[in-house]
């Protein structure tokens, strides 16, 4: 029975290694893939019980680090900053790079990315090194709409291109076959990618041979991560592999991935998807696991290379196993497994990592028309250095929680914000159900719930104010 399982396996792994291959995808790529689609095999699904972890209790706090010293702006020179920008957004409705959203004003991701790497370089005298990680699908959007910064357009090293990874049949565990439409035969390989990109590439090779030794990763969604001198220079010279920002969790992270540690004490990063059923309300416990991954890590490059180079050329990560169809719009085309590996999960794959805590001044994603909501408003300010950030009377972010079903995508939001979001600096939690707008200079205070039974919109206006919610809020 051993022999029957190994063999069958032997010829699955031979025919996605044909597939990648014939995609024209690299070596060091079809061997990170191998390694987690054995995982899959060998049933060892990335799962992590609550019993065979520990809470992380504290860390070193940013504001509490070393200052940088003067010399250490050397280390500049030595640094790459690179954005990861594969992400489509469609899950609010958007069709090309998620970059290309406008947040604030009329600027997107992109202008605000682009500025801050120009703004560092000025401010820092120094040719800062930077690179994006797109995808097949942002590529050529991304590189079009570069072209307004001919400074960062220019350099013949300004990209990084995400693999893609084959689908797998959930019932043969083959790859996945989809005559009707062979692009929906692929999937994207989670930013776990990050590592295999970098080797197969010949990138990671060439930053060590050019004496680059730091890299400064972040989502390309996160305007509040820029490079930051104190982290930089703790983080060099602690000699770790790796430092991952973490920030203290709140209402609005529970569902989200957590730091946390093994019974040995080594860090490692739960994501919900590795969390099982039973254990979710501990996994949500704020009080409990208090820190979650900002997605902000600082890598040693010749570590992250020796550690590769140990290994087959592969870093290994724990399995993220998602099911789904292989045409995610036909619930009764074949089920499949996409399989993701994680990027902070290196944290476990590279010993001697560290953590620290920041605050949420670099932490300001958009993953929802929620988080745009709030990001649109008053809550959050447009630093000196281009970065969003929660304005100065704002401790922690307004909680928003528009109606899904009207609200999901951003094209639906746009009607109910077209005069402007309103204030929301006083805010703690805003609930809307029903169809509504928001008339100029409307102002929410408090936790407020907006509720509409009717089909015809609402227009609020005004200061709303904590209220019960009783058709619609009293100040409606």
Request: with cysteine; net charge negative.
């Amino acid at each position: 029975n051993f022999f029957s399982i190994f063999k069958n396996y032997s010829m699955s792994a031979e025919l996605f290694k044909k597939k990648m291959a014939d995609a024209g995808l690299s070596e060091a790529f079809s061997n990170a893939f191998l390694a987690v689609y054995n995982d899959l095999v060998e049933g060892r699904t990335g799962m992590m019980p609550e019993e065979t972890i520990d809470a992380v209790e504290s860390l070193p706090k940013l504001a509490e680090l070393p200052k940088a010293e003067e010399g250490d702006k050397t280390l500049l020179g030595e640094t790459l900053v690179l954005k990861l920008n594969g992400g489509l957004g469609t899950g609010m409705g958007l069709e090309k790079a998620k970059s290309l959203l406008q947040v604030k004003g009329e600027d997107t991701f992109l202008d605000f990315i682009a500025k801050q790497v120009m703004h560092m370089r000025k401010e820092l005298n120094t040719p800062l090194k930077f690179m994006m990680m797109n995808s097949f699908s942002t590529s050529d959007d991304t590189k079009a709409f570069l072209a307004k910064y001919p400074e960062l357009a220019n350099d013949p090293n300004i990209e990084l291109m995400q693999n893609k990874a084959p689908k797998v049949d959930a019932k043969t565990l083959e790859p996945a076959s989809w005559p009707a439409a062979p692009d929906l035969e692929w999937c994207p390989p989670g930013h776990g990618d990050l590592y295999a990109a970098l080797a197969g590439t010949g990138k990671l090779d060439a930053l060590v041979a050019d004496g680059v030794k730091y890299m400064f990763v972040s989502n390309s969604d996160n305007l509040g991560a820029t490079m930051d001198m104190n982290i930089l220079s703790y983080f060099a010279k602690s000699g770790a592999p790796m430092c991952m920002e973490v920030a203290e969790r709140t209402e609005s992270d529970k569902k989200g991935g957590h730091l946390c540690k093994d019974k040995e004490g080594k860090l490692l990063l739960r994501e919900s998807a590795q969390c099982p059923k039973e254990d979710e309300d501990k996994f949500q416990d704020i009080t409990v696991h208090k820190y979650f991954n900002t997605n902000n890590l600082w890598l040693n490059l010749p570590a992250l290379k020796a550690a590769m180079d140990a290994n087959n050329g592969v870093l290994p990560l724990p399995l993220i196993r998602n099911s789904k169809t292989v045409d995610p719009r036909d619930s009764s085309s074949p089920a499949v497994f996409q399989l993701e590996t994680a990027m902070g999960a290196a944290i476990a794959a590279l010993p001697g990592s560290i953590a620290i805590c920041v605050d949420r001044t670099r932490f300001a994603p958009v993953k929802t028309c929620n988080d745009l909501f709030a990001l649109k408003s008053d809550a959050y300010i447009v630093t000196e250095d281009h970065r969003l950030e929660l304005a100065p009377d704002v401790p922690v972010p307004p909680v928003v929680n528009l109606d899904s079903k009207l609200y999901k995508m951003v094209d639906k939001l746009e009607p109910a914000i077209k005069n402007g979001v309103p204030s929301l600096k006083k805010c703690k939690k805003i609930t809307v159900k029903g169809p509504v707008e928001f008339a100029a200079g409307c102002v929410i205070e408090g936790t407020v719930e907006i509720v509409n039974d009717s089909a015809d919109v609402k227009v609020i206006e005004g200061t709303v104010t904590d209220a019960p919610a009783a058709g619609c809020c009293s100040n409606c």
